[in-house]
Nanobody
Framework: QVQLVESGGGLVQAGGSLRLSCAAS????????MGWFRQAPGKEREFVAA????????YYADSVKGRFTISRDNAKNTMYLQMNSLKPEDTAVYYC?????????????????WGKGTLVTVSS
């Protein structure tokens, strides 16, 4: 059983930066493809970025491409999301997800594991 814990959220002004972390425990982190999702109030959870187990391949939603960078450190059992040039529309709860077989580029039914989320608020 893998536990995922997000951290690094907070309040930031538009144009600012934040780095989110997703720390994994209880399993072999390096075998899981990982992803970031977000959910704004009143909206569905949406894909943000994903990374393969090896870290070689990364994927981004069009809305964050060029501003966000996903990465992972398998030695530290941690995934990151560097968020630059933040916009008010980036305000959401950010979740990390892990799946052994599928790269989390969409909100699959039966995703292996989810974290509980961290709130990012971008003020204008």
């Amino acid at each position: 059983q893998v536990q995922l814990v997000e951290s690094g959220g907070g309040l930031v002004q538009a144009g600012g930066s934040l780095r989110l972390s997703c720390a994994a425990s209880g399993g072999t982190f390096s075998v899981y493809h990982m992803g970031w999702f977000r959910q704004a109030p009143g909206k569905e959870r949406e894909f943000v970025a994903a990374i393969t187990w090896s870290g070689i391949m990364t994927y981004y939603a069009d809305s964050v491409k060029g501003r966000f960078t996903i990465s992972r450190d398998n030695a530290k059992n941690t995934m990151y999301l560097q968020m630059n040039s933040l916009k008010p529309e980036d305000t959401a709860v950010y979740y990390c997800a892990a799946d052994r077989l599928r790269i989390p580029t969409m909100n699959f039914d039966g995703m292996d594991y989810w974290g509980k989320g961290t709130l990012v608020t971008v003020s204008s």
